[in-house]
Structures are given as C-alpha cells and as structure tokens.
C-alpha cells in the first residue's frame, strides 16, 4: 500500500459539541471527527492530530503541564495520553473497559489521570499515567456521571458531577496503596429547603404503640432488601431535588454547584455541608440572575465567572452567604461551557452551536469571536473547478459555507431548506444545491464573501438524491427515487432551463457521467433498483447516451418534456450480484457489492448498435477485489479517470488506480461508529480530496501525495487540469459574466420572472376561458401552480393547448349533450303518464349501461362497506355487552334490584351477592373443622374432677346471663348477634395471637358478612313479593274504578303504580317497540311475508261475507243478548207518539192516562238512577280509601326494612373494620418479618465488612510497623552525620570547626521561594507542597546549594580542598535530611491510612452492635405487637367520657372500664366532695376572723409608725439665727421699727446712685454720636476706593493661583514620591524582618527535633 503513495490531512473543520481545553497558555484544543484540533487563539493557525486508534471519544487537557489524554471508540478501548506541542505519545492506558469512557481529567498536581466507564461496569480509575499504573478504581461508582475534576490544590480529592448526583471520591493513600472513598453530597430540594432522612438510622423501642402499631422503615413495608433498598425507597418517597449541572473548585477546597433550576450552591466536601448562595425562587432574589441556570462555571480571583441560558456572562462576588452581581458581558448568542487558560488571563466561552469566544479582562472588556464554524451533520461537499481549491459544503439546517485552501471559513448562506446533494459547476463559479422538497439551486460563488442564490427550480415531490455535471459542463443531471432523470443546461447563459427528462424502470441509486470529446457525445450511467425490487441495492445498469450539443430544438422532446429516442440513445445491463453502487470510467464501470463487500471492475461492449434500448445486456464482473470492511460504499473517479476513491460507513479512505484496482492507499478520515463518510469529491488537478463526515459534524480536506517513482502520473493528472482548464477557459469567461450579472433570486422583477417560467415551461400558449374547460381536466390541476413541478408545468401546457385547439369542437359536444339529456327527461316525464301497460321501465331510457352498471357497482360497494362498518361496530357493542352481563349479571347469585314506596321517595335496595367459589366454600370448611376441634379440646381442658365447684359456679352465673347478654354485644363489636347471624365457630377477640388465627378469623367474618346480606336479601324479597301482590291488587281495583268512571261518564285520571326499571331490572334485556324511534328496516323477504299476511286477512274478511242475524243483534241489542247494569244509567223511556205528534190540547182522556203513567215511570227512573250513581260513587271512594291504605301500609312495611337495612350496613361495616384491623395485623407481622431478615442481611454483610477491615488493619499494622524500623534507621544515620562531623575535620583548628558547624547547618530558604508573580489572576497560585510532589524538593534544594557551595561563601584563610570535602559533607546531610523528611510524611499517611482503617472498623463494630440491639428491640417489638391486640368494642354516647376536639375523639389515652366501677367512683366522689364542702365552709369562717383581726393589727401598727416619724421629724428640725431670735425674743414691734428705718436709708442712697449713673450713660451716648458721623465720611472715601482695589485684586488672584498650581502639583508629586519610599523601605524592612523570623523559626525548629525528636509532630500537608 506504500508504494503509491500516502494520504495526508490539509485541514478540517466542524465542531462536535463537546469540551474545549486548553493545553498551554495560547492554544486550545477540541474534538473534529476522528481528530483533534489544536487552535492557537493570537495566530487562528489550525494542526490537526489523527487518532491513533479508532475515533474519538471523551478528551481532557492540562494547559499547565501541556498534557492532554483521549480515549478510543471501540470495544476495550484505550486512553492515549499525549504532549503539546510535540504531539508525542506519552502512553497508552489499556483498562478494563468493555465498551466506552464517559468523562476524563488529568490533575494539576501530578502524573494523574481519573476516567469513568460506561455500561456495564460503570467504573471510577486514578491512573498514574507516567508509570501506565492503575491506582485505585471503584466499580458501579459513575452510573450517570458526565463530568469529572481533580481538585486543583489537592489531587487526592476528585468530583463527579452526575445527571441528578454529586459525589466527592476521596483517594486515600498508604505507600504504594490507594483506596477510593466516596462523600456522597445531599443536594436540597427544588424549593431550596433541605430534606431530611426518611427514617431514623437506628430502631429503638418505644413504650407506647401508634395507633397503626409499631413504626417501620418504608424498605420494610414495599418489601424492599439488599444495597438498593434504600436509595429506591429514598427516591419513591422524597421530595425531587436540586439538579447539578455545573461544578467549580475553589481556592479553599470547597465546591461551587450550578443547578439547572437556577440554584448556586456552595459545598464544604470535608463537613459535607450545603448552602444556598442565590435561590431564584426568593423576593430578594437578584433580577439577573433569576432566569439563569448556570450552565457553566469558572473561577478567578475577582471572583465566578457564570452563564446560563441567556446570552449573558456575569461575573459574581461572594461575601459570606450574600452574592452580587460586579460586572456583565453581552454576547451574540447563549454559549455552554466556559473555562480559563492557565495563566487565568483568557476567558473562553463556547457554544454548542460552534461559536468559541475569547475574553481577556486585563487587557480588553470586549469579547472577541474567534471560530464560527456551526455546529450540525454536514450533508455534501465538493471543491470549485478553480485554481483557489475553494471547497462548498452544506449542511443539514441548510447552511452553505465556502472554505479557502487553508480551511478558513469565507463566507456563509443560509437557504432556509433542509438540503440533500450538491455539485460544482466546471464552467462557470457556481454550485448546484438540491434539497428535501425536490428543489434545485442554482448559487452564484463569483463573491467569494457573499454567495447569491440566483436561481431554482421544482423538479420533484420528494429529495433530489443526486446532482452530476458532465466534465465538460454541458449538462447537470438529476435523480431521484421516482425513476425520473432530469436534463438540465448547465449553462448560466440558457438560465438553467430543463431539457428534458427520461424515466428509468426503479430509483435511482447512483448516478455518473463521462464526457467523451472525441465523439461528442456524453455517456450517464445510472445504477436502478428495477421495478419489482423493494431492497436498497439494484442489478440494473442504464447507460444513457447524449450528444454534446444544444438540444434546444422541438424534435429533441416530446410536448411533455420526454426525450426523443433519436436523441437518447438507452442501453441496459444486469448484473449477477446487486450494487450499491457504481461510477462510469471509459468503457468500464467500477460498482461497489455490498452483499460481497468487494470492489468490482465491468467492460462494457464497444458495439451497442445492434441491440436494442429494450434489451437487458448481461454483464460479469472482469475483476473483482476485497473492498470496505464495513459498508456501504461509494466511489468516485478523479477527472483524468486514473484514480478511484471509494469511501464507508467504516470510516476509511480508499485511494486505487483504475489500472490496477488490487493496490490502495487507506486513511482513517471520519469515524465508523457515527457513520463514517457520506461522500468524497476530488480536486480540479486530482490532487486534493475533501470528505464530509456521515454524522461527526466534520469537514476533513487531504492531499494525495505520489511518490517521485510514479511522478509521471502526478503529472499526467496536472497535464490534464491544465488541459481542461485551457479548453474550457473560453467559456468559463463567457458564463461567469452572464452568471455575475443574474439578478439574485426573489429580487428580479415580476415581468423576468414571467418570462423565466414561459421558458421553463417552453410551450406556447395563450389565455382560455377556465369556465368552459370540462371537469375532466380539472384533476391535472389539483395542485397549486407555485409547488407544481417542472413536468405538471410541461403537463399543464398541453392541457392548455389541447383546450385552445379543440374548443369549438368540445363547445359543440356539450351543446349537443344537453340537448339530447333534455329529449330524455321528455320522453321520461311522457312514460310516466302512460298506461300502465304501455309504460317503460326506466332502465330502457339509459343510453349508457355500462356507465350505469359501473355506478351501481360503486353505489353497492359502498353499501357494502358501510354496512360492513355499522355489523363491525354492532358486533364490538354485543360484545361488550356480553361480557357486562357476564360480569355484572350472570355472575350474580342475587340480582341488584329495589323497593321503592308509594307516596314518598324512599327507596331500599338488596345486597347484590356473587356465588361463592369452591375455594372460598372449601377454606370455610377447613376453618369450621379447625374451630370444632379447638374447642372440643378446650371443653376437655376446662373440666374439673371436683363437680361441687362447677354445680356451684353454674348456681351463681345464673342470675348474670342477662348481664352477661348485655356485655356480649359490647366485646363482640357487632350487632350480627342481635340480627340472629352469630357465628359459633368466631375467635374471641381477646384471644387472636397468632397470625392463622387472624387469617382463620378474617374467612369466619367474611362468611358472617355473607350470612347477614343472604338474611336481608330473603326479607328483601318477602317485601318485594308483597308489592308485586298489592300492585296486582291496585290495577283489579283500578279496573273497577275505571268502569264506575265509564258508567259515570267522568274524567278523571287514575293512579296507576307500576314497577320501576330498578324494582324490575330484568326489563333491561328486552326492547320495546316504542323505545325504538328510527323505522324499522325489512327485508325483501320479510316484506313479501308482511303482503301475503295482508292478503290472508283480506280474504278471511271477504268469507265472513254479510250475516244478517248478527247485523240485526248489533242494531237492536247492541251485539249482546242480556241487558247488564252497567247500561242502567243509560236507559230512556220513550214518550208515546201522540207526545210527539199532537198538542196537549188535542189528547184524548185515555191519552193523557197514558201520558201520566209514563210521567210517573220517567220519575221512578230518575230516582233509581240517582241511587244507583250514589252507590257507584261510594263503591269508589271505598276503593280509593283500600289502595291508599294497603299503599300506606306497605310504606310502613318498607320503612321497617330500611331500618333493617340500617342496622345490616352498621353491622357488614363492623365486621369490615375487624376484617381491616387483621389483615393490617397480618401485614405489620409480614412487615416486621422483612424488617428481621433486611437487618440479619445488613449484619452479614456487616460482619463480612469488618472481617475484611480487620484483615486490612493487621495487614497495614504490619506494614507501617516495618516503615517505621527503616523511619528510625534513617534517622539513626541522620544523627550519625551530625555527631560525625567534627571527626571529619579532625585535622581543623577548633574555631575554625566551629565556624564551619555553623555553616553546616545553614540551608537555603527553599520553602519561601515563589513561583508566580504578584500580579498573577491564577485564584490557586497560594496552593501547598502535596505530599505526592514531595520527593521532588530534593532536587529544588540541591539546586539551591550550589549556591551555598560557591567560593563566594568559603570562609577566609580556608584551603579549598577542605571547603571542597566540607560541600561534600553538608550535601550528604542534606540528602539524608530530605530523605527523613520524605520517610517521615509517608509514615504520617501511612498511620493517617491506618487510624481511618481502624475508625471504620469501630464504625463496623458500633454498626454490628447498633444492628444487634435493633433486632432485638425488633423482637420485642413483635412480642408487643401480638399480645397487645386491637379490640372493637360498641359503645353507647353516654358510656364514652373523652373530650371530642375534632370529628372523632382521641382514644389514644383512654382506659376501657366497668360500669360498676364508674359507679363506685362516682358515688366516692359525692361523699367526699360534700365533705369537703363543709370543711371547705368551716376554714372559710375561721379565715374570715383571722384576716380581720390581722387587719386591726396592721392598722395599729402604722399608726405607732406615724407618730414615731412625727416625733423624729421635730427633733430632727434645723432653724437658723433670726428664727431663734424671733422665738427667744418678746418684744416685736420695737424690732419691725428698726428694720423700717433702715430699709428707708437704703432706697435713698439707691435713688442717688441712680441719678449719678443716669447723667453718665448721656455723655457716653454723645462721644459716640460723634465717632458715628466721622466713620460714615471714612466709609464714603473707602467705597470710592473699593472698585480699583477689586479689579487689582482679581488680577493679583489670577497670577496667585496660577504660581500656587503648580507648586501644589510639585509638592503633591514630590509628596508621593516621598511616600511610595517609604512604603518601599518599610516593605524591605518588613520582607527582611520576615525573612530572618522564618530562618530563625526553622533553626529553632530544627535545633527542637535535633534534641527532642517526636513522631507525633511529623504531619502530612
């Protein structure tokens, strides 16, 4: 395969939806296919790295280390670990994955990579992928894990973000062991809240039962055991909760949580501990952020970096438990994911839809696009016949995109239609796009950044499946799965009009051309399915043979737009094996069979003259050759037909020579397990090859590199692009200026667009009238002229044409129809007045019995299947019907029905009862056996030998039997003992324990039940029965009545009681005749029974014939023979005929006798018929009084049954709630039977738990013990060092020893080094040494002596030999210090592994302990549970004294007693309290004396106290000198004399002052009079002066502030620079001051583990 020549990738696009990752500062990386995309952000350069193995699966990337890891896609597949930028493989880890990975993440803190297995296993590993080592890994861990990430200060914590789960897998690490541990995170609820467990972890026994009985675990009621059992039962029973989607490490190791409802949390991993940082659902939730869902996270060290659904990036700070809102970034559309570079100075924000935006805060706040590439399948692509090697693709939303050489996207167009083919023009810059809706479009590529679409046209109601240019561009060809081939001019001067079309027999399944040049003429070959098959692969080759020239005139189609046969020449060949399909070479087909998966080569016939187009040729393959392993394939030839591809749904790329098709060069170009390759296409020269992927959304462009052996046939395919170009340069120019200067499509105006459609349509018609064209016509036209396609068009015109040429004949024909349709209806309207025996029969004026059969035909059919469709739906309903009454009345042994009664609405119905089965019949059986036996031996058990007791004890139960009934009825709890239906075989309630009791008990009370509804139903049908017999007797009476009303002639209306449909259900299954509403339909033969039946009656009647002596009797008698009373009040006496015929005044005397005797006889007949009415209407009030009565009488009967019916219901619902109460017993006994054995389960597993623990800490003890040892004999060596010293420089002078002791325990400031500057964005340049990046201090500090070991630092008067040895001495030290310090951290995590070993085992055995005291709690429990049994006992109202707070009382503190006992109490109570009472008066009276007397008491007292204050105050009174005086003193008036004087003298010498100080004030008031008027002359001359000072002064104030700016602005600046010195020599003497604490610290430390050493202290950071 080699020694052709090879395959090589030039550039590929697409985007795959998944993760982008930075793999160093600049460059990002992301899956394409089958490949991986490396895009440097400042260049935009693109390099591409094949998959070593089979696809791409999941990718993870570490820009700090350039690492980046993927896994295969194939089964068992690998994970490649590779560098950037050398691209070079690093390993390869093969795991034990069956099928695929999940998720990857490679650790900031080491050679550390975690992956996740999908089904089955589902697997968690840490690989130390530098040594190919698996650390540690936890099977069924990543069930519905997507995502995983390392903790970047810590390694050895790692989250897994699952779909609906978070979990933190902690990796504890002993030596060389490393363990998985998983910190599960309770997310809250939707609402935020946080939910609790559902059930305590541990049981204890209560001293009080619920009144449901004891407590279990939901496990233990579904029934639940095993691991699963309670995060099934967890799921079923808590509320939904909070749904991760986002995940966020932070600089203190703990987690940011995204949440798809809009939730962020923030979760401590170590405490396990959330909190809700913004919850949407709150008043004060930030407006922002309420429609987010935080989609994406990222740190930096302004704060979290946050999207969600809008097109909105916010950056947030947190304070505590508050969040806000510091900066927001707008952006073009919503992106998914968002992550930093290493150097935390570049954002990268990409969407799912194939946009990367890049943001740098430092630098700029605007978010730059740096890759639109779309995201979505790729459906065709082909490269332009130009010398750019510009490619075309589509996709499948319709987006046509150009691609420079270099893979760079141009330009796009979307067409807004889901698209199926494409192809490239070689004579003009355009491309051909056909799509799902039978469209093709024409777009213009001239503007290489604005493609036009320039043309369309309909050509098909389904795809358009392929579109093929001749090599020379003369035709563009077409082919779909409706057998149609469409001609079209490639030509953009022709505007792509239709030549023609042909039809091939099936699909087409491939389609090809080729140009022969020398005979003018183009070969297409079309592979077919043929007409009968229904497969996907055809055997039918059709060659079809065009000439090259413009097949513009009228012969070369017919008026539908077919091809003539002259001008399309058709040859068929078959096959032996079906195809896929297939390209035309010269003289030969190259075909694909997938049945063989081979390649195969065929020779057509030179010499096609002689057969004919009908003549199916039958071709064998001349050569055939293993192809694709996984099909199907296609296959194209280059241009210069020397070279063919073949691609597969197995991803590869074939490249072969036409001459020898055994060789091939193959390249893994697109993945087999998303579909491989949809389709291939070469370059103008042959050289370049572009493939579109089947469903990776990738674009993969490739050379094809000949080696110089075969140079010549590089250059034959470059002579031949050369040669192509030249001959089609002409017209090449020529169609892309007419092409350029195509208006764009939907812009031209309406009068080019008629003028496009007459062309497309070339036929050469005119306007008719619609309204005279015939119906017939019509349907060529049902669909709409703007989604017709181009043959309806064709098809339309020659309707039009047809109508214009025949008008006047068609307009002739119809006249003549209707005339002759007006002759018919005549000489029908003439037939129907005709005799009877003259008349015709209607069908002998039908001129078309054909047409008339034929509409019978139609008519019958659809009668027929009308009627088919009603006996369907009759049939479904009797069906239905059958199985309701099966069900729900044939299954009954008792009927439901009811009594209503007569004058009320009441109503009372039976129980409707089912036969029971023979099980049921046989386990009461058993059961009634069982109790007979039972008590037949507790009979035994109860006898006693000595008689005297038990004559005794029979003496005195006597008198209590009726006390005794009484009670029965109260400890029973029912009523069925009163009804009669007791049942001897019942358990006492007081006696149930066992659970076959209770289940023996539940069939005896469901028999009860059974006996209690059969006794009702027997009363219920005694009642019915009795109603059938009084509505019997009501409709004899009703007859009587009715008669009397005859007699009377009265209208009145009867009461007629009659059986309702619920009193009578079996009416329901029969129909009247008058609940049918519809006519009833006969048959034929029915209606012939119907007419002879007339007939007989007909002639029995005309036999009767006329009977005179019947007539007679009707006419005298009425018909009868006797007169009956009830024709009495009808009788007359007829007036004698004199009455009739003469005046009174003419009657003889023997007339007027007779007249007289007839007056008296109409008297005595008036008067019996009053009588007689009188009785008639007595006899009816009596029979109206006899229906009410027995009526009422019945209503009683009936209200009587409801009460029985009343007291059946409270009696069934008494023995259901027993039912209720056992067989929830029964199940509490299932129930704590699955709780025992889920808790022996979880002991087993427990004690098998601890076992294993066990067997792990012994062997860890062991372990850290033999650490330990060689701990302490490095330390042993490491002090050795350290006293040897002084011997090795035995040959020293002592102070110069000293000095270099000194020296030898200096060591560098490693420690303090900083690896990042000041101004770093990285949130996590603060992180700690891990203890797995110890080891490599080493190197750090031997790197930083020999800085220390310079000659700079040697001692003065020093010989260099002995510095030399000394640097020696001190490099061993440190070696062997940095080797205590590493043995001491793995000792300190080996014994931090050890304690966590033994904390699980206390754990274990404080959960065997805690599993072992809830079993027997559970016991005891049990035992509780089947002695303390739950009794129904009836009580009445007054018998019940508990409070009733709600609609039933609380009986949970209740205690059930005697009567007597009540009574007792009671009668105690009222003697006790009258007691009281009279104790209660007697304390009251001597109270009462006692309170009196002590209020006397008071009182006196504080009188005593009152008097004493008095006194107290009197002595206590202080009186000054006058007061004494004047109480000393008698002689008063001589006193008040002396002060008067005095007083006198006083205001004088007041007055006089007052004058003197008068006269004063004036003279002051005067001088300053005076200096008033002199300063307002000085205050005249001053604001005379003002206006010159103000004008100087603002001058003066101008030249000031100018000459003070910039001294202030010197002096500010020389202020600053004063103060930013003496900031930075404070920082120095800080930084320095620091500097020397820490050395000092770490030389006191090291002097304190030099002399007191402990192990305790050696801490694992």
């Not at 659809?862 to 049939?875: A, F, G």
């Not at 966590?1396 to 055995?1405: G, L």
């Not at 009279?1478 to 009152?1506: H, P």
Request: proline share 3%; with cysteine.
């Amino acid at each position: 395969m080699d020694d052709i020549g090879s395959l090589e990738i030039r550039w590929i696009q697409g985007f795959t939806n998944k993760n982008i990752e930075f793999v160093d500062d600049k460059t990002v990386c992301y899956t394409c296919g089958s490949h991986i995309c490396f895009l440097n952000l400042e260049t935009k350069m693109q390099s591409v790295l094949q998959s070593p193995g089979r696809g791409i699966g999941a990718l993870t990337a570490n820009g700090n280390s350039g690492i980046f890891a993927f896994s295969e896609q194939k089964l068992s597949p690998s994970i490649f670990v590779y560098s950037f930028p050398e691209l070079q493989l690093k390993n390869e880890l093969k795991g034990t994955t069956p099928l695929d990975y999940t998720s990857l993440t490679l650790s900031d803190g080491g050679p550390y990579l975690g992956c996740c297995s999908s089904l089955p296993d589902h697997t968690i590993t840490v690989w130390n992928w530098e040594n190919v080592e698996q650390l540690c890994t936890q099977t069924q861990a990543g069930r519905d894990v997507i995502s995983l990430v390392f903790n970047p200060l810590n390694w050895l914590q790692l989250c897994a973000l699952g779909t609906s789960s978070l979990t933190v897998w902690n990796i504890e690490k002993s030596a060389g062991f490393h363990l998985l541990k998983p910190s599960v995170i309770e997310l809250p609820a939707t609402d935020g809240s946080f939910v609790e467990r559902l059930w305590p972890t541990s049981h204890t026994v209560s001293k009080q039962f619920t009144y449901f009985g004891p407590e279990m675990p939901p496990s233990a009621i579904i029934g639940l055991r095993g691991d699963k059992a309670e995060s099934i039962v967890t799921n079923l029973c808590t509320k939904a909760r909070l749904t991760p989607a986002a995940i966020c490490w932070t600089a203190t190791s703990e987690l940011y949580v995204g949440c798809k409802e809009g939730f962020l949390l923030l979760v401590d991993p170590e405490r396990l501990s959330v909190s809700v940082l913004f919850n949407p659902t709150t008043a004060d939730a930030i407006p922002e952020l309420k429609q987010s869902n935080f989609q994406a996270l990222a740190l930096n060290r302004n704060g979290l970096i946050a999207v969600g659904k809008e097109n909105v990036v916010h950056c947030l700070q947190t304070k505590g438990a508050q969040i806000s809102v510091t900066q927001t970034w707008q952006l073009e559309g919503p992106v998914t994911t968002v992550t930093y570079s290493p150097d935390y100075e570049t954002l990268l924000l990409s969407s799912n839809m194939g946009q990367i935006y890049m943001l740098n805060p430092t630098r700029s706040e605007k978010i730059v696009k740096i890759l639109d590439v779309l995201s979505g399948n790729f459906m065709a692509a082909a490269l332009l016949q130009s010398d750019k090697n510009i490619s075309v693709s589509v996709r499948e939303s319709g987006e046509l995109q150009l691609w420079s050489a270099d893979g760079f996207c141009l330009s796009s167009l979307l067409l807004q239609a889901e698209v199926t083919s494409l192809a490239c023009c070689p004579i003009a810059q355009y491309a051909a796009v056909g799509t799902a809706s039978g469209n093709v479009l024409f777009i213009d590529l001239n503007r290489e950044q604005q493609p036009r679409l320039v043309h369309q046209i309909h050509l098909y109601h389904r795809p358009v499946d392929h579109l093929v240019f001749d090599q020379e561009g003369h035709y563009l060809l077409t082919g779909a799965s409706d057998s149609h081939i469409y001609v079209l001019d490639a030509k953009p001067s022709k505007r792509f009009s239709v030549i023609g079309y042909t039809v091939v027999p099936g699909p087409v399944l491939s389609l090809s051309t080729q140009c022969i040049r020398d005979l003018e003429q183009v070969n297409v070959l079309a592979l077919c399915t043929g007409q009968e098959s229904k497969n996907h692969d055809g055997s039918l080759l059709i060659l079809l043979t065009l000439p090259a020239k413009d097949l513009a005139g009228p012969d070369c189609v017919d008026r539908h737009g077919c091809l003539s046969n002259h001008i399309l020449k058709v040859s068929q060949y078959e096959v032996p094996h079906p195809l896929k399909s297939c390209v035309l070479g010269v003289g030969e087909v190259f075909a694909y069979c997938h049945r063989r998966k081979t390649l195969q080569r065929f020779q057509l016939p030179q010499d096609t003259d002689s057969v004919s187009s009908h003549q199916v040729v039958q071709l064998k393959p001349e050569q055939e050759v293993k192809g694709h392993p996984l099909g199907p394939a296609s296959l194209v030839l280059s241009p210069h037909q020397s070279w063919l591809a073949s691609v597969g749904q197995d991803g590869l790329l074939h490249i072969r020579e036409t001459a020898s098709i055994e060789q091939y060069i193959e390249l893994q170009c697109h993945s087999y397990r998303l579909g491989g390759v949809r389709s291939v296409s070469f370059s103008a020269d042959s050289q370049t090859l572009l493939t579109a992927g089947f469903n990776d959304g990738s674009l993969v462009c490739i050379n094809l590199r000949i080696k110089s052996l075969d140079a010549d046939k590089v250059n034959n395919a470059t002579q031949y692009s050369q040669s192509m170009g030249y001959f089609l340069k002409r017209i090449f120019i020529k169609e892309n200026k007419v092409l350029i200067d195509l208006p764009e499509w939907g812009r031209e105006s309406p009068a080019s667009t008629e003028k496009t459609e007459e062309s497309e349509i070339s036929g050469r018609t005119t306007t008719v009238d619609v309204t005279e064209q015939d119906e017939s016509y019509n349907s060529l036209l049902s669909a709409p002229r703007s989604h017709s396609t181009w043959l309806e068009s064709r098809q339309e015109a020659a309707v039009e044409e047809d109508n214009q040429q025949y008008s006047e004949t068609k307009k002739n024909l119809r006249k003549r129809t209707k005339e002759m349709r007006d002759i018919i209806q005549e000489m029908i309207r003439e037939n129907e007045k005709a005799p009877e025996i003259e008349r015709l029969e209607l069908q002998e004026f039908n001129l078309d019995v054909e047409e008339q059969k034929r509409l019978d035909a139609m008519a019958e059919q659809e009668v027929s299947r009308v009627r088919n469709e009603i006996e369907l739906e009759i049939l479904e309903k009797c069906y239905l019907r059958d199985v309701l009454k099966r069900e729900c009345w044939d299954s009954m042994k008792v009927k439901g029905r009811a009594i209503k009664a007569f004058h009320s609405e009441h109503e009372v119905k039976n129980y409707l009862l089912k036969e029971r089965s023979e099980k049921e019949l046989e386990d009461l059986h058993r059961v009634e056996i069982m109790r007979t036996m039972e008590k037949a031996a507790c009979t035994l058990q109860q006898i006693s030998p000595e008689k005297n007791s038990n004559t005794t004890s029979v003496k005195e139960q006597e008198p209590g039997e009726e006390g005794h009934e009484s009670e029965s009825v109260a400890v029973t709890g029912s009523y069925s003992a009163q009804l009669g239906c007791s049942n001897p075989y019942l358990y006492d309630q007081f006696s149930l324990q066992t659970t076959e009791q209770k289940i023996n008990q539940i069939i005896l009370l469901q028999d009860m039940i059974y006996r209690v509804k059969t006794a009702f139903n027997t009363e219920f049908d005694t009642v019915h029965r009795q109603k059938v017999q009084e509505l019997s007797r009501i409709r004899d009476r009703n007859r009587q009545i009715r008669e009397i009303i005859a007699e009377l002639e009265m209208n009145e209306k009867l009461w007629e009681p009659s059986l309702d449909v619920s009193e009578w259900p079996e009416r329901l299954f029969t129909v009247d005749d008058s609940e049918i509403k519809a006519e009833k339909y006969l048959t034929p033969e029915q209606k012939k029974k119907e007419e002879m039946k007339k007939l007989e009656e007909q002639r029995r009647l005309a036999a009767k014939g006329d009977n005179s002596r019947e007539r007679a009797l009707d006419d005298m008698m009425d018909g009868v023979l006797e007169v009956k009373k009830e024709g009495f009040l009808k009788m007359e006496i007829p007036p004698p005929e004199f009455v009739l015929t003469k005046p009174d005044i003419h009657w003889s005397e023997e007339e007027k006798k007779v007249h007289k005797e007839y007056e008296k006889k109409s008297k005595e007949l008036s008067t019996e018929k009053e009588k007689y009415k009188k009785s008639l209407e007595t006899e009816m009030k009596k029979l109206h009084a006899s229906s009410k009565e027995a009526t009422e009488r019945f209503d009683e009967t009936l209200k009587k049954l409801f009460e029985k019916k009343i007291k059946c219901e409270m009696t069934i619902y008494q023995e259901e709630l027993k039912i209720t109460y056992l067989v929830y017993s029964v199940h509490m006994d299932e129930v704590m039977r699955n709780r025992e054995l889920e808790l022996k389960l979880r002991l087993e597993k427990t004690l098998a738990f601890k076992d294993e623990i066990e067997e792990e800490v012994k062997k860890h003890e062991k372990e850290v013990e033999l650490f330990h040892e060689t701990y302490d004999s490095v330390l042993a060596e490491d002090k050795v060092l350290d006293k040897e010293f002084r011997k090795e420089f035995f040959d020293v002078p002592r102070h110069v020893v000293d000095h270099l002791y000194r020296l030898f325990k200096r060591r560098p400031r490693v420690q303090k080094m900083r690896t990042q500057i000041d101004n770093n964005q990285n949130p996590f340049k603060e992180q700690s040494l891990c203890g797995s990046l110890a080891p490599d201090g080493l190197g750090k500090m031997m790197m930083a002596m020999e800085e220390l070991d310079a000659q700079e630092n040697m001692p003065e008067g020093l010989n260099p030999v002995i510095w030399e040895r000394f640097c020696l001495v001190r490099r061993t030290k440190v070696e062997s210090e940095q080797k205590v310090r590493v043995k001491a951290l793995a000792l300190a995590e080996m014994q931090a592994f050890l304690q966590k070993r033994r904390d699980e085992d206390k754990a274990a055995q404080q959960e065997i302990r805690n599993l072992t005291d809830e079993l027997e709690s559970l016991h005891k429990e049990k035992h509780r549970f089947l002695t303390d049994i739950m009794v129904q006992v009836l009580l009445k109202q007054g018998q019940v004294e508990v409070s009733t707070t709600g609609f039933t009382p609380d009986y949970s503190d209740s205690v059930l007693l005697h009567r007597s006992v009540v009574e007792d109490l009671n009668s105690t109570i009222r003697t006790l309290g009258e007691q009281k009472i009279a104790a209660m008066v007697e304390t009251k009276d001597l109270r009462k004396g006692i309170i009196q007397l002590e209020w006397e008491n008071k009182m006196r007292r504080m009188q005593i106290e009152d008097l004493k204050n008095k006194a107290r105050d009197i002595q206590m009174l202080r009186l000054s000198e006058d007061q004494k005086e004047y109480l000393n003193k008698t002689d008063l008036d001589s006193r008040v004399s002396k002060q008067v004087s005095t007083l006198k003298k006083t205001i004088a010498f007041q007055e006089k002052t007052h004058l003197k100080d008068v006269e004063i004030r004036k003279n002051k008031i005067k001088q300053l009079s005076r200096k008033a008027a002199m300063k307002a002359e000085k205050n005249a001359v001053l604001d005379q002066q003002i206006h010159d000072m103000q004008v100087t002064v603002a001058e003066m104030r101008h030249l000031y502030q100018a000459a003070a700016s910039e001294e202030s602005q010197v002096a500010k600046t020389e202020e600053r620079y004063q103060e930013i010195l003496h900031r930075r020599k404070l920082k120095d003497i800080a930084r320095a001051q620091a500097e020397e604490l820490a050395f000092l610290s770490a030389e006191v430390e090291r002097l304190r583990m030099k002399n007191f050493p402990s192990l305790d202290q050696l801490k694992h950071n």
